[in-house]
């Protein structure tokens, strides 16, 4: 009977020991996506009078994969305020079911000294936690964010102009389960390795005059990267002198770029390559290159420098862009351009640069459709301002309020 006992006793402590298992655990994060705006207002007092409930917005921008919109109304928006009260608010412009923000408004001080009228949700503590705007066209805000005769009179008003911020951080959460190892793996370094290929000379097989600079290169490496480059070296209408290939209708910085981008999969230093450091050279690189990638088939280049493009946009570059965007199919960089020459502020300007010249001459047709741009934002401009929103709950004191826009 002991030796049942026993044995029974045994069992029972596996049983024990197999029921309790591993411990695992996961852990829940809820952060806030952050970003940014600063609309100006310009000819604020031609502004007053557009009618109560009538706005001015803000382009859209992007924060958390949602779109989003300051809305300006210089007569107020409750009628029963008469017209004594600014309107400030932030809606939600794209498409998103129960979305959860904080936000914060600010109207910014003119005169150096900082003193910002700040209504802000980060940083302290809210009783129900972050808003929820449950679709497009919610929006929070202030009905009395401001006395008009203060705001005539103050700070924040120069040169017929105010400044507002809006800051947003959209709620986003997410779990995550154990990790049972913890290796750090650096980024890839194929293209150091392939860029020091190119540096050293070693192996080269083909070389390429342009403009009158010879420069070595690798035909396995340039056949892998570029279709284009993969028929004249190893297809059935192949150069037959590989030894040195002529480039016609390129500069020599331009393809050293080229050649750059091939090994590195990145852009090159162009202070480095043309000894210039200004706004100036980096776009006429960028135009030149976007070129080049376009010619070689080179995609990932082509679109590096029509982004690159896109951030430098101005007055005097912006013409002979556009019509290079044109010429090579850059949709996204040609409507870039487009909404930039037609603001009134830029529109008079552009016109008077040589670039306009090239563009018309090079591209007519892209004036007809510039002409149009000109007219849809004057129309968009003048529904913009007559449109109303329904109010579907306010608060005066700055608590939430959703609105649907029609």
């Not at 970003?35 to 557009?50: M, R």
């Not at 129960?98 to 109207?107: G, I, N, Q, T």
């Not at 396995?220 to 990267?225: D, F």
Request: proline share 3%.
């Amino acid at each position: 009977m002991g030796t049942v006992r026993n044995a029974q006793n045994k069992n029972f402590n596996i049983l024990q020991n197999s029921s309790t298992g591993d411990l695992t655990a996961s852990t829940s994060r809820t952060e806030t996506i952050n970003g940014s705006h600063e609309f100006k207002i310009g000819g604020y007092s031609l502004s007053k009078g557009i009618g109560i409930g009538k706005y001015t917005a803000s382009d859209t921008f992007i924060v958390g994969g949602y779109a989003w919109a300051i809305y300006f109304y210089p007569d107020g928006k409750s009628p029963e305020d008469n017209a004594a009260y600014v309107s400030l608010f932030i809606a939600l412009a794209s498409e998103g079911t129960d979305v959860r923000a904080l936000f914060e408004l600010s109207l910014m001080d003119q005169s150096g000294k900082e003193n910002h009228k700040v209504h802000s949700h980060f940083g302290r503590a809210l009783e129900s936690g972050p808003y929820t705007l449950k679709y497009r066209g919610s929006m929070w805000g202030y009905k009395r964010f401001f006395k008009r005769t203060q705001l005539e009179t103050s700070d924040y008003l120069k040169d017929d102009t105010l400044v507002i911020r809006c800051c947003v951080g959209v709620v986003k959460s997410q779990t995550e389960g154990p990790k049972t190892y913890a290796i750090a793996v650096p980024p890839s370094d194929i293209g150091h390795h392939f860029g020091r290929i190119l540096e050293s000379g070693r192996g080269t097989d083909v070389n390429f005059e342009v403009d009158g600079e010879v420069y070595a290169a690798h035909k396995v490496v340039l056949a892998a990267r570029s279709p284009v480059f993969r028929a004249q070296l190893f297809g059935p209408m192949k150069d037959q002198n590989t030894r040195c290939i002529k480039v016609e209708d390129m500069e020599a910085p331009v393809f050293k770029a080229l050649l750059h981008f091939i090994y590195w999969d990145a852009l090159p230093d162009v202070e480095e390559l043309v000894g210039l450091n200004s706004k100036w050279a980096s776009t006429l690189m960028a135009q030149h290159l976007l070129a080049a990638a376009d010619r070689y088939a080179l995609e990932r280049l082509r679109l590096l420098c029509e982004a690159k493009l896109c951030e430098d946009i101005a007055i005097n570059t912006v013409a002979t862009t556009l019509a290079l965007a044109e010429q090579h199919q850059c949709l996204q960089l040609k409507a870039v351009c487009l909404k930039f020459i037609a603001l009134p502020e830029n529109l008079k300007a552009v016109m008077q640069t040589d670039g306009f010249e090239y563009l018309k001459e090079s591209c007519p047709s892209v004036i007809t459709e510039l002409l149009q741009y000109v007219a849809r934002i004057g129309e968009r401009s003048a529904i913009c301002c007559g449109h109303e929103i329904e109010s579907l709950d306010g608060d005066v004191n700055g608590r939430r309020v959703k609105q649907r826009l029609h």
